[in-house]
């Protein structure tokens, strides 16, 4: 699966920001979908993860609570709105598609998109 995340940007601290995946001509109705985030001299994390059918979510206690994931199928286009952004949030984010439920590291998933960059400003 050939994914594309989009969405990043500059951001105040405080303020929210919605990334999305998407996967053109193809469908997340047979994968669970992940968020990723890899700050600069980090190590890729996990955030949060989604199946498609039925729909189930999981997320990282990092970003719980402030964060959602989401999709939508009509659009074959997964979201993840963050709310109260901090500058530790400053990272390169990525989408990733798994057949697994509930992975929590990068190990086990199967596609990776390009990461869309997410700069908070204090």
């Known amino acids: 699966v050939q994914l594309q995340a989009s969405g990043g940007g500059l951001v105040q601290a405080g303020g929210s920001l919605r990334l999305s995946c998407a996967a053109p001509?193809?469908?997340?109705?047979?994968?669970?979908m992940g968020w990723f985030r890899q700050a600069s001299g980090k190590e890729r994390e996990f955030l949060a993860g989604?199946?498609?059918?039925?729909?189930?979510?999981w997320y990282e206690d990092s970003v719980l609570g402030r964060s959602t994931i989401s999709r939508d199928s009509t659009k074959n286009t997964m979201y993840l709105e963050m709310n109260d952004l901090k500058p530790e949030d400053t990272a390169a984010y990525y989408c990733?598609?798994?057949?697994?439920?509930?992975?929590?590291?990068?190990?086990?998933?199967?596609?990776w998109g390009r990461g869309t960059l997410v700069t908070v400003s204090s």
């Open positions: 989604i199946r498609w059918r039925p729909e189930s979510a």
């Open positions: 990733a598609a798994s057949k697994i439920y509930g992975l929590r590291t990068v190990h086990g998933w199967e596609s």
């Open positions: 001509g193809r469908t997340f109705i047979n994968y669970v």
